[in-house]
């Protein structure tokens, strides 16, 4: 009896999260139209909407152009229902973005740091300037989660960073630390990965359903989506092209390996190179 329960507790928390995408995605969009394009029950869809109206989630916008019959009542999302904080951790900056659930840009602040700098220093810098971002919020609002977006191996799962050859970090927990400070939900992930999913999400990528993000800077990397899902591999560093070994034994790259295309063709070995092989008279 309890597994029954649980898989009915569990349909229903999925095709509540599908309906809160449909209208996100797609709204303004009917009842009628949110049931075909999921294949749910209209009673099943009516009873979601009505749940979602009465936490503010969702609301209603006017009515449609009738093709017979009752005009059907448009549903949209509700973007400022909560605030989210978005957190790009560069070689020696940190970029904080405050937005609402459409990603519009509430506040951003950048911050230096110094090169090099440790981990539990930045840490302690995220901290302080999401405290102070945090302070933006309408009284009547809440955060309802923080993103991460760093260089390297990253643990989505467990929201932990593996190792950052740019950083020089290894084996960090900045979910867990954030978690423990601020009570939401944290989400870390490669800076490349999380620049795809704008891309999908808001970009060229909606349109698309494979394509491929290179970045170029003081790394190379990419973002691979397959049928509109971001590809990742076995252990998170499916786009790491930066790090394929182009030459056997060759210059020696900041991941720790020899030759790799990163060390030959990003922005550091190209200012590297110029000092090195240009004379000044």
């Known amino acids: 009896m309890r ?8 349909i229903k928390d999925i095709n509540r999260s599908l309906v809160i995408n449909e209208i996100r995605l797609n709204g303004p969009i009917s009842r009628t139209d949110i ?11 009516t009873n979601i909407v009505e ?9 209603e916008i006017g009515e ?3 093709t017979g019959g009752r005009k059907p009542i448009l549903l949209e999302f509700n973007y400022n229902y909560g ?18 659930l459409n990603a519009d840009i509430i506040r ?20 302080k300037n999401i405290e102070d ?10 955060l309802l989660g923080i993103g991460i977006a760093i260089s390297g191996l990253i643990d989505q799962k467990r929201g932990r960073l593996i190792y950052s050859g740019m950083l020089n970090w290894s084996d960090i927990d900045i979910s867990g630390i954030l978690k423990d400070r601020f009570n939401v939900p944290v989400y870390v992930d490669n800076d490349v990965n999380a620049y795809t999913l704008a891309e999908l999400w808001y970009g060229q990528g909606r349109t698309l359903s494979n394509f491929i993000v290179v970045t170029y800077g003081s790394g190379i990397g990419s ?16 786009g790491e092209i930066g790090h394929m070994v182009l030459v056997a034994d060759g210059r020696k790259c900041e991941c720790g390996q020899k030759g790799c295309l990163e060390a030959y063709a990003s922005e550091n070995f190209i200012i590297d190179y110029i000092k090195e092989n240009i004379q000044f008279f």
């Open 51 to 59: 749940e979602l109206k009465t936490q503010k989630l969702i609301f």
């Open 133 to 142: 971002l945090i302070k933006a919020i309408p009284m009547d609002r809440s």
């Open 3 to 10: 597994l029954r329960i649980g898989n009915k507790d569990l």
């Open 64 to 66: 449609a152009d009738s």
């Open 35 to 45: 049931s075909k394009n999921l294949n749910l029950g209209l009673s099943t869809v």
């Open 83 to 100: 605030y989210t904080i978005g957190i790009k951790i560069e070689e020696n900056n940190l970029i904080f973005a405050l937005t609402n």
């Open 223 to 238: 973002g691979i989506v397959i049928n509109k899902r971001l590809y990742c591999g076995d252990f998170g560093g499916a």
């Open 108 to 127: 951003r602040k950048k911050v230096p740091f110094k090169r090099g700098s440790n981990s539990n220093d930045v840490l302690e810098l995220i901290i």
